[in-house]
DNA sequence: AAGACGGGGGC
DNA sequence: GCCCCAGTCTT
C-alpha cells in the first residue's frame, strides 16, 4: 500500500488527460437516461441531489417525478405547505433533507430572486447543502469545475489511485476533494464528476467491481495490483441499539382513528403516528393507565394484532400493536387528533406505522 | 471526531 | 445478518 504517500504525489504519476477522456467518452456513450438528466434545470438538479443522499437511483426515481409534478418550478415547493412537502417526501427517509430543502428555496426565492445560486459562497449557506451537493449543482447545472465527492467517487478514486485513507473519517474526503480538483477538466466537469458517479454505480462497484468492462482500467492501480476488492478502507460502524414499543390503534364511536404529531425536532420529525408507549415507562399490564394519563381518554379491549421490527440506520423499534376502542374521555394532548379513514391518507407517516395502518383495511 | 438521521436492496 | 447507498447537521 501506499500509506506513506501524499494523494498529490500519486496524482503525478497518472495520465489526468487520457483518463478525463477515456471517463467522459464513456459517460457519453453508456449513461442512463434518468429523469433528471433532462434537461440541466439547476432546481431539477438540486431536488434530485438531495433525494440522492444515502439513497439509491432506483428509489429516487418514482420519488423524483412526482416530486417534479406536484413543484414544478422553485417558486411552486416555495409556496408549498410543509406538510405537503413531507407528504410527497413519504418513505423516502431522512425527512430533514425534504424541510431543509423546502427553507433553503424559500431562502432563494427570497434573496436571490428565485435563481438558484452558482457560487460556492452562496450554495454552501443554504439548508441542507453540503460539500457533495454544492459540487454536484455547480458542475451538473452551471458546469463549473468543482469537485462532487460522494461514496461513489471516493470508492472510484480510491481504486484507481491506490489510496487507503479510512473514507469512514469525515477528513478523508477532502483527500478525494484535492485529487479531483486535479483531474477535473475544464472543458466538461458536469460530464466528468457525473462519469465518476455513473462509473462507482455500473462498473466500480462496491463488491465484485466489473473490472473487464471499466473503461479506466488501464488507468487503474488497484486493478493491476489486483488490490480492487479491498479498496476502499471503510471502518465498521456500531450497532443499532434496539428500543420497545406499544403502539396503539384506536377507534372511537364515530369510526375515526387516534394519530398524533411527532416533535418537531429530532427522529421522524413532524410526522404522524398512532400513539406509541415506550416499554421503558409503562408494560402491558398498566397500558390503560399510561394511556388515559397521556391523553386522557379510557379505551378498552386491547387486543394485539402484530409485532413490527423496524431497523434505522443508528436504532431499531420493536413495536408490539394493539387495537383497541376509546370508550370515554376527553383528549388531552394537543398533538393528538382523530381523524377518519379517508383523511389518514393526507398525513405523511413513517414506514413504521404505515405497516400499522396496514391493520384498518 | 463522532453520533443522529430512514429506508431499501444486495448477498 | 451485514454492508452499501449521488451526505448533512449537530454536538
Known amino acids: 500500500m501506499v500509506k506513506d504517500q501524499r494523494a498529490k504525489n500519486i496524482i503525478c504519476d497518472f495520465d489526468q488527460e487520457q483518463f478525463q477522456h477515456d471517463l467522459i467518452d464513456w459517460f457519453q456513450t453508456v449513461q442512463r437516461d434518468l429523469p433528471w438528466r433532462k434537461d440541466k434545470d439547476p432546481y431539477k438538479v438540486w431536488v434530485s441531489e438531495i433525494m440522492l443522499q444515502q439513497t439509491k437511483v432506483d428509489t429516487v426515481i418514482p420519488y423524483f417525478n412526482r416530486f417534479i409534478d406536484k413543484f414544478p ?8 405547505d410543509e406538510q405537503e412537502v413531507l407528504k410527497a417526501w413519504e418513505g423516502l427517509g431522512y425527512y430533514s433533507r425534504a424541510r431543509n430543502l423546502q427553507n433553503a428555496v424559500k431562502e432563494v426565492a427570497a434573496e436571490y430572486n428565485s435563481k438558484v445560486p452558482d457560487t460556492s459562497e452562496e450554495l454552501a449557506s443554504l439548508k441542507g447543502v453540503g460539500p457533495y451537493t454544492k459540487g454536484a449543482i455547480l458542475s451538473i447545472a ?17 481504486r484507481v489511485l491506490l489510496i487507503d485513507d479510512d473514507i469512514a473519517k469525515s477528513k478523508t474526503r477532502r483527500i478525494f476533494e484535492d485529487c479531483v480538483k486535479e483531474v477535473i477538466p475544464e472543458t466538461n466537469p458536469s460530464d466528468f464528476n457525473q ?31 489486483g488490490m480492487q476488492q479491498d479498496l476502499p478502507i471503510k471502518t465498521k460502524g456500531k450497532k443499532q441499539k434496539s428500543v420497545k414499543y406499544m403502539a396503539f390503534l ?10 398524533e404529531q411527532r416533535p418537531d425536532k429530532g427522529l421522524l420529525a413532524s410526522l404522524w403516528q398512532f400513539p406509541m408507549a415506550p416499554l421503558a415507562e409503562t408494560d402491558e399490564e398498566h397500558a390503560g393507565n399510561w394511556f388515559t394519563q397521556v391523553y386522557g381518554l379510557k379505551i378498552d379491549s386491547l387486543v394485539k394484532v402484530d409485532t413490527i421490527k423496524h431497523v434505522f440506520s443508528h436504532l431499531i423499534w420493536e413495536i408490539d400493536v394493539f387495537a383497541g376502542a376509546i370508550v370515554s374521555g376527553g383528549l388531552t394532548s394537543e398533538r393528538a387528533k382523530f381523524v377518519s379513514r379517508k383523511e389518514l391518507e393526507s398525513y405523511p407517516f413513517p414506514v413504521s406505522h404505515q405497516k400499522i395502518l396496514k391493520h384498518i383495511d
Open 73 to 80: 418550478t422553485l417558486d411552486d415547493l416555495a409556496a408549498a
Open 195 to 225: 462519469g465518476l458517479m455513473e462509473l462507482g454505480a455500473l462498473v466500480c462497484t462496491p463488491t465484485k467491481p466489473s473490472c473487464l468492462l471499466c473503461p479506466v482500467q488501464n488507468h487503474c492501480r488497484a486493478f493491476s495490483e
Open 250 to 259: 384506536l377507534v372511537d364511536t364515530d369510526g375515526n382513528y387516534l394519530i
Open 142 to 158: 452551471y458546469n463549473l469545475p468543482e469537485p462532487a465527492v460522494d461514496g461513489n467517487v471516493m470508492r472510484v478514486m480510491s
